[in-house]
């Protein structure tokens, strides 16, 4: 029998107090197995992250903030997460069952669904995704 993979989500987040507490519950739901924020804003985003497994507090940098995540992280896998997205609830185990099945497989991203009206948001999901299919290059 073998052990699922762990997959730790970690958010770098700037002055995301408006939606942290949302996006954590939402990580929570889809049933990954650690949530990591990486505070990089003075805004009142680590007071909010309480759900959170482990908040760290540094400068702003995605670059950096994403590397204090994965630092502080005690997955096999990392799911970076920009703090205004929702994941799928299945997201946790499709990651799990693409990896388990498809050992080859060593980076990848979701298809992105903008919650918003208007062919401008259709049009930049397109042409997201195209850029996953075509050049494998993940967006965010």
């Known amino acids: 029998m073998t052990?699922?993979?762990r997959v730790s989500v970690v958010i770098p987040a700037l002055n995301e107090a408006s939606q942290i507490a949302e996006t954590i519950a939402a990580v929570r739901a889809a049933e990954f197995d650690e949530i990591i924020v990486v505070d990089g804003g003075r805004h009142g985003t680590t007071s909010l992250s309480g759900a959170a497994d482990s908040v760290v507090v540094g400068s702003p940098g995605r670059a950096r903030q994403q590397n204090r995540g994965a630092d502080a992280s005690h997955g096999d896998v990392l799911l970076f997460l920009?703090?205004?997205?929702?994941?799928?609830?299945?997201?946790?185990?499709?990651?799990?069952?693409?990896?388990?099945?498809?050992?080859?497989v060593v980076a990848g991203c979701f298809v992105q669904r903008i919650a918003a009206d208007g062919w401008r948001?259709?049009?930049?999901?397109?042409?997201?995704?195209?850029?996953?299919?075509?050049?494998?290059?993940?967006?965010?």
């Open 3 to 5: 052990v699922p993979l």
């Open 82 to 104: 920009h703090a205004d997205c929702r994941p799928h609830p299945d997201s946790a185990r499709a990651i799990r069952r693409v990896l388990t099945d498809h050992s080859e």
């Open 121 to 140: 948001y259709r049009l930049l999901e397109w042409g997201n995704l195209r850029r996953g299919l075509w050049w494998q290059m993940a967006y965010g």
